[in-house]
């Protein structure tokens, strides 16, 4: 028996568009709180997202889906000047490919960034989502943050 490989865009599971080439440093990062936006359930990671983009001259497109998202981000994270608050995007088949980087919780997201060619740094959002680097790796995912590194 033979194997037959299903490469390509063709064979994605989304409607993604294929990646090319990305630039080795990193011009616009996008960050999202997950489905109800809460930037306050991992704030380390994105105020230190913040500062560090900043000194980096990096600019940081924030997605805020709602008024909580909105008053979250406003209260945990300074944003800075070249930053954009974003609101809910309906259809993201095309979203992450505009990015070097995005920054989120572990979600439907993070595949879909991985298949449109963009860098996830993931982590869990809840303390009971406790999925093993090594699962993440098998996935070809490894900047994936744990629990504890989350709040250090």
Known sequence: SSINNLRGPQFFLTDSKSCLSKKSFPERIVAHAGGNGDYSKAKYIYSKLAEISDANSIKV???CP???SLNSIKKNIEINKNDKILGWKKD???LWSNYEIVVGPASTSLYESIIQGTLPVSFPIANNQVTNLKDWLS???SLHISNDQKEN
Do not use: E, K
Request: net charge negative; hydrophobic share 40%; aromatic share 8%.
């Open 61 to 63: 497109d924030w997605i």
């Open 66 to 68: 709602n008024s909580l």
């Open 139 to 141: 996935i070809g995912h």
């Open 92 to 94: 993201i088949s095309t």
